[in-house]
C-alpha cells in the first residue's frame, strides 16, 4: 500500500465521512472514494458500508484498520522523534583545515549542515599542521581535515575524502620550473627546504632525507607558518 493509501483509509476510518476526510486531507471527495474504490478491489471486499447518511467500517475495514493504526502511528513517532532531536542540534560545530583547498571543501559541508541545521554555527579554523592537532586535543575544534599521513596514537584518522597529484614548489628561476614534471630523484640537485610543526611520519612521507634509487637529500632551511596559533585564520559558516 501507498502511504497515501494508508493515510486516505485511516482518517476515513476515523472521521466515517468523506467530505470531512477530504478537508483533512486537503483532498477532494472524489479522490477519497476513488483511493477506497481501488483498495477495496485490491483487497477484493468491502472496507465500509455506505449510504447517503451513514458510513461504517465492514468487518472486513475494521480488520484492516486495527492491524495498519498501531504501525502507522509507530512510524508517525519516530518521525516526530527524529525531527525533535534534529530540531535540538543546536549551538557551535567547530572544525579545521591545514590546506586551502582542504577548506574549500569543509565550507561547502558547512553550508549543506548549516541550512539542515539552522541554530547551529560552523566555526572553521585554517591552521598548520602542529597547531590543527593541537586544537583538536585541547577540543578547540571536533574534527580536522588534514593531508595524510597521520599517526597521532591519541587522534582517530577517518576515511580519505579526496586526493590531489603531489606538487613540488620552486622559483621561477630554479631549473626544474622549465620542466612539465619532477620526480622524487630531483630532490637531490638542491637543498629542500623542509616544514616545522609536522609529525615525524608526515615529514617522512614529504620530506624524506634520501631518493626511491638511495641517493642522499639535503635538508635546506625550516619553513615555519608566519602566525600563531592564536592568529590562525578561521571562518564562519
Not at 1 to 7: G, T
Not at 80 to 98: E, H, Q
Request: hydrophobic share 45%; charged share 20%; proline share 6%.
Amino acid at each position: 500500500m501507498e502511504r497515501y493509501e494508508i493515510e486516505t483509509f485511516l482518517a476515513l476510518a476515523e472521521e466515517l465521512h468523506f467530505a470531512r476526510t477530504a478537508q483533512r486531507l486537503h483532498i477532494s471527495p472524489g479522490r477519497v472514494s476513488q483511493t477506497v474504490k481501488a483498495l477495496e478491489r485490491r483487497i477484493g471486499a468491502a472496507l465500509f458500508e455506505r449510504t447517503s447518511r451513514h458510513v461504517a467500517l465492514t468487518p472486513a475495514g475494521r480488520q484492516l484498520r486495527d492491524g495498519l493504526l498501531p504501525a502507522y502511528q509507530q512510524i508517525q513517532q519516530v518521525v516526530a522523534d527524529v525531527t525533535a532531536a534534529c530540531a535540538d542540534i543546536s549551538g557551535v560545530l567547530r572544525a579545521g583545515f591545514t590546506a586551502p583547498w582542504s577548506g574549500k571543501l569543509l565550507a561547502q559541508a558547512a553550508e549543506t549542515f548549516s541550512s539542515r541545521y539552522p541554530h547551529c554555527s560552523v566555526e572553521l579554523l585554517g591552521a598548520t599542521y602542529h597547531n590543527a592537532i593541537t586544537a583538536l586535543r585541547r577540543k578547540d575544534v571536533y574534527l580536522v581535515i588534514a593531508e595524510p599521513p597521520v599517526e597521532e596514537c591519541d587522534v582517530v584518522v577517518g576515511p580519505v575524502l579526496f586526493s590531489e597529484r603531489r606538487a613540488l614548489v620552486v622559483p621561477a628561476a630554479h631549473p626544474l620550473a622549465a620542466r612539465e614534471s619532477a620526480s622524487l630523484e630531483d630532490l637531490a640537485v638542491l637543498p629542500l627546504v623542509t616544514a616545522a610543526d609536522v609529525s615525524r611520519a608526515w615529514r617522512e612521507a614529504y620530506f624524506p632525507c634520501r631518493t626511491p634509487a638511495d641517493a642522499p637529500i639535503q635538508h635546506g632551511a625550516m619553513a615555519t607558518a608566519s602566525r600563531s596559533s592564536h592568529s590562525d585564520q578561521a571562518m564562519t559558516a
